[in-house]
T-cell receptor, first 113, second 111 residues
Framework: EPEVTQTPSHQVTQMGQEVILRCVPI?????FYWYRQILGQKVEFLVS????????KSEIFDDQFSVERPDGSNFTLKIRSTKLEDSAMYFC???????????FGPGTRLTVT | KQEVTQIPAALSVPEGENLVLNCSFT??????LQWFRQDPGKGLTSLLL?????REQTSGRLNASLDKSSGRSTLYIAASQPGDSATYLC??????????FGQGTTLQVKP
């Protein structure tokens, strides 16, 4: 059964460094999302992406964040200058056209020190 | 501001018991509601999705209902098993694709 995959599973970085989190959505899916979950808190929406552009973004998704679909398979989230409060689990999700069930990847645990 | 609330926050039941998890949401403009399971430190596994035009969906021992007028959804788990122990999340989609999550109900099923 097709799955959303994410790499790395765990990323440790120093404050101020740039990180890129990678996702490979399910191959026939066209809608892509990033969510994050700070330890002990709710899962929060960051951004949605369709047809090579951002559809919607939350207030969390400020100028430090960017997303890209550099090729036909990968979907990335870049954080330009990480802060301590960016430490969280980051989930990628996708769904196909005309179907609304979102499928989530296993997540990348980002630790900013 | 749209809110999704889940009650209770935690639940412990003996194996074999039937149970109900509750999810309530503000703003009746709902497109669909999705229930997920999350194991500790893991990703989210989709369990059921209910469209706004539907009243319930079933998958195996799981049954989810949706009442738009009262802003509520329930997840019914029949004949619970220790393997059902996990956190259950509900998430509302208001037609933009963005999911708004509740804080989850952590279920423990004791053998």
């Amino acid at each position: 059964e097709p799955e959303v995959t994410q790499t790395p599973s765990h990323q440790v970085t120093q404050m101020g460094q740039e990180v890129i989190l990678r996702c490979v959505p399910i191959s026939n899916h066209l809608y892509f999302y990033w969510y994050r979950q700070i330890l002990g808190q709710k899962v929060e929406f960051l951004v949605s992406f369709y047809n090579n552009e951002i559809s919607e973004k939350s207030e969390i998704f400020d100028d430090q964040f960017s997303v890209e679909r550099p090729d036909g398979s990968n979907f990335t989230l870049k954080i330009r200058s990480t802060k301590l409060e960016d430490s969280a689990m980051y989930f990628c999700a996708s769904n196909r056209e005309g179907a609304y069930e979102q499928y989530f990847g296993p997540g990348t645990r980002l630790t900013v020190t | 501001k749209q809110e999704v609330t889940q009650i209770p926050a935690a639940l412990s039941v003996p194996e074999g018991e039937n149970l109900v998890l509750n999810c309530s949401f503000t703003d009746s403009a709902i497109y669909n509601l999705q229930w997920f399971r999350q194991d500790p430190g893991k990703g989210l596994t989709s369990l059921l999705l209910i469209q706004s035009s539907q009243r319930e969906q079933t998958s195996g021992r799981l049954n989810a209902s949706l009442d738009k007028s009262s802003g509520r959804s329930t997840l019914y788990i029949a004949a619970s098993q220790p393997g059902d122990s996990a956190t259950y999340l509900c998430a509302k989609n208001g037609n933009t694709g963005k999911l708004i999550f509740g804080q989850g109900t952590t279920l423990q099923v004791k053998p």
